[in-house]
């Protein structure tokens, strides 16, 4: 468009010459590559300030790049000699998508629908994609994502990085979902994963927190979009898992399930399902409007979080208000959280922030007395509880599923000075050592505050994890404060007794690494850059 406005500019000059005239067409067609080549050209900025949703990370990188093509990240990837983080919607929070004096890939401009078929409920897109943009294309043929977390304004690529669940009734996390991945590696290369092809970096790249390489695109699993009807009660904690077991566990018209648990005295849950239903809508809004206004959230959240008797408020007084009608509404509308309703007002002396924990389903009676007793001795300002179920991981090699698990999701208040940061550290040590006591784990993406040993107690592959980075990335290129944290390159012994499956392997590795053989297996399938992704 700026070129034809530029040529049309030429063509009215009052002087205007017959040569400018019939030259007209070739400036046009030039005017038009250049200006090309400017749009599709990535954005870049030097020493930028990046941080998280929580305002609690600041990292220094180097230069930000925002790439529209493929081609751009490659040539971003092969040519800078330092580090390089890859960053999305920024909604981790421990600094996972950066590190001081990186080159940040910020993917939220590569973010289009490669393709998509209806008969065979398959989308792929390119990774910087919102899940909010992928839902509206979607929606008119009557699809959903299979599986996501509960806010959509992640990006694709984030998601996958961390192996996002939500709550979804017999799935578990997101690379249940994931046909295959297209994957930028550290020497420019681009190969495609899947559970059949390229496994190791499959389930590598899937929950590992950009280590391997760049996610470019990815085929999802789609299903279709259903009514479902709200149903919610009230129980004693002590006997969820029965109700759990009996009424949603093999329900498969169960489509959404979580229980929260009310503080401080954390011995009581609401119990949410939406099933399915044919019943007419009783919101009509097919996904939750993007312009809402959640100022009110905020003002319940301070009442929760600040007023003497909050909490007890929320529970005997909001709670039942709001769950005083069953709603019926479209899966996409209930799959479409937007994550402004949980923003407060200012996070300069305080935040809210996440943590997460994972229990086998066993176990879950004897973990939660022991977080109640942590919780409540720190004072810790604890908004909600919400449990998730989740089917075993079937094999990434950082998975935080590694049996079937309940999922403690805690949301909390906590404040920015250095001192309220060092105790959120000793309570949250405490509670990652109750986790790995009773089998279970935490997962990756919050604040990093777990000991060396304590992550490796927790994700006992993760020493194969760091093998095949070591092969595939052997500058260590790709990195973020989690990685700094964590990473070694030397040998180090194996953790035993984990009891779980090493991941899927097949024939096609990279150069040199020994599969299940024992014997060096052929290199990775490269694809050209202008191959289909398919």
């Not at 999305?88 to 950066?98: E, I, N, V």
């Not at 992550?455 to 595939?472: E, S």
Request: aromatic letters at 10%.
């Amino acid at each position: 468009m700026l070129s034809d406005i530029f040529v049309a500019f030429a063509n009215t000059r009052p002087l205007r010459s017959r040569m400018l005239s019939a030259r007209a067409t070739p400036i046009r067609a030039a005017l038009s590559i250049v200006l090309a080549a400017i749009a599709y050209a990535p954005h870049a900025c030097a020493d930028a300030i990046v941080n998280d949703v929580t305002q609690l990370n600041p990292i220094h990188v180097r230069e930000l790049v925002a790439p529209t093509r493929i081609e751009a990240i490659i040539e971003a990837v092969k040519n800078h000699p330092g580090p390089i983080s890859i960053g999305g919607g920024r909604y981790s929070m421990g600094g996972q998508t950066a590190t001081d004096g990186a080159l940040q890939i910020d993917m939220r401009r590569f973010a289009q629908i490669v393709s998509f078929s209806k008969e065979n409920k398959v989308i792929t897109v390119q990774a910087g994609i919102t899940w909010r943009k992928i839902q509206e294309y979607i929606d008119p043929y009557n699809l959903s994502v299979e599986i996501m977390q509960s806010y959509d304004n992640f990006t694709v690529g984030g998601s996958l990085s961390v192996n996002a669940h939500g709550r979804y009734t017999g799935l578990g996390p997101i690379v249940l979902s994931v046909k295959s991945i297209r994957l930028v590696l550290a020497d420019g290369s681009v190969v495609m994963a899947s559970p059949t092809e390229n496994s190791d970096l499959f389930n590598g790249a899937i929950g590992g927190y950009g280590a391997l390489g760049v996610i470019a695109e990815a085929t999802l699993q789609l299903t279709d979009n259903v009514r479902v009807e709200e149903h919610s009660q009230l129980m004693p904690l002590s006997a969820y898992r029965a109700f759990f077991d009996k009424n949603v566990r093999d329900n498969r018209n169960v489509i959404f399930h979580n229980a929260d648990i009310f503080p401080t005295a954390f011995d009581v849950v609401r119990v949410t399902s939406y099933t399915k239903t044919e019943k007419p809508v009783t919101i009509s809004d097919r996904l939750t409007p993007a312009d809402r206004d959640y100022s009110s959230n905020r003002r319940v959240v301070e009442v929760v979080s600040e007023w003497p008797g909050g909490k007890w408020m929320r529970q005997h007084v909001l709670d039942p208000w709001l769950y005083r009608k069953s709603a019926v509404e479209w899966r996409n509308y209930e799959a479409s959280y937007d994550v402004r309703e949980l923003e407060p007002v200012s996070r300069k002396l305080s935040t809210f922030v996440l943590q997460e924990y994972f229990v086998p389903a066993s176990r879950i009676d004897e973990f939660v007395p022991r977080m109640a007793e942590v919780l409540r001795r720190h004072h810790v300002n604890v908004i909600n509880i919400s449990i998730r179920h989740s089917r075993q991981d079937p094999g990434t090699y950082l998975a935080w599923a590694r049996s079937d698990v309940f999922c403690f999701v805690i949301y909390y208040k906590q404040g920015t000075a250095e001192s309220a940061r060092q105790e959120v550290q000793g309570w949250t040590r405490e509670l990652i050592d109750r986790a790995i006591s009773e089998g279970g784990t935490y997962y990756l993406p919050y604040q990093i505050l777990a000991t060396k040993e304590q992550f490796h107690a927790a994700y006992p592959r993760a020493w194969d994890f760091f093998k095949l980075k070591k092969r595939v990335d052997p500058s260590n290129k790709f990195r973020n404060r989690l990685l700094d944290a964590y990473y070694e390159t030397g040998d180090a012994p194996r953790m035993s007794g984990s009891g779980y499956p090493s991941p899927r392997q097949d024939s096609v590795s990279t150069s040199g690494f020994t599969g299940s053989s024992g014997a060096p297996s052929p290199p990775f399938h490269r694809l050209p850059v202008g191959s289909p992704f398919r």
